[in-house]
């Protein structure tokens, strides 16, 4: 079965310190990967998405993510992190079996030091 | 940009009460998905339709139905809300090719079950 893992429930990161969010998946075969990030009180927003390809993505805000086959994992990343940045951010994983579904992993929330 | 709207942003309902959570799209999009979302879970997929009066059931469908009579709105129902229930609803869209783009999401409904 598909599951995605972020094994970080919260981060604290120093304003223009560099970011970064970890994300292992368990698929089968080749996945669909996203980052979505939450705002407080907001729905989600899509920040980046791998369906194949260049295995280093680049999304909305300066961020980006690198799909690693051998290690099954997809971590976001950020060279400098703005206090806008705080939010939640999940990474989610879906099938070409079933491209309609996505399973979302629980969430890491990030905070930002000034 | 694709809209999806929930009707409420936050609801206050009674133990035993007939509840209805709506979403509308404005892409006609075929696919729409009910989530809840818990701390430290995720979220979880509870129904979703890749058509009209299609539906089947997400992870956690139990307590839960749905209403897809429009492309365009999706309805979850709680037919008699029970604390447990209380939790941030969100609603998503996405369109029908191949390719899982990723979803639209609503801004969620906060419901609170008293």
């Known amino acids: 079965a598909q599951s995605v893992t972020q094994p970080d429930i919260h981060i604290t990161v120093s304003e223009g310190a560099s970011l970064e969010l970890r994300c292992n998946y368990s698929?089968?075969?080749?996945?669909?990967l996203f980052w979505y990030v939450q705002s407080p009180g907001q729905g989600l927003q899509l920040l980046l998405k791998y369906f194949s390809g260049d295995t280093l993505v680049q999304g909305i805000k300066g961020f980006e993510a690198e799909f690693k086959r051998s290690q099954s994992s997809f971590n976001l990343r950020k060279p400098s992190v703005h206090w806008s940045d705080a939010a939640e951010y999940f990474c989610?994983?879906?099938?070409?079996?079933?491209?309609?579904?996505?399973?979302f992993g629980s969430g890491t929330r990030l905070l930002v030091r000034p | 940009d694709v809209k999806v709207t929930q009707s409420s942003r936050y609801l206050v309902k009674r133990t035993g009460e007939k509840v209805f959570l709506e979403c509308v799209q404005d892409?006609?999009?075929?696919?729409m998905f009910w989530y809840r979302q818990d701390p430290g879970l995720g979220l979880r997929l509870i129904y979703f339709?890749?058509?009209?009066?299609?539906?089947e059931k997400g992870d956690i469908p139990e307590g839960y139905s749905v209403s897809r009579e429009k492309k365009e709105r999706f309805s979850l129902i709680l037919e008699s809300a029970s604390t447990n229930q209380t939790s941030m609803y969100l609603c998503?869209?996405?369109?029908?090719?191949?390719?899982?783009?990723?979803?639209?999401f609503g801004s969620g409904t906060r419901l609170t079950v008293v």
């Open positions: 989610a994983v879906g099938a070409m079996a079933s491209s309609y579904k996505l399973i």
């Open positions: 998503a869209s996405r369109g029908g090719d191949i390719s899982p783009g990723g979803y639209t």
């Open positions: 698929y089968g075969a080749t996945p669909y």
């Open positions: 339709s890749y058509d009209v009066k299609m539906k």
């Open positions: 892409m006609d999009h075929e696919n």
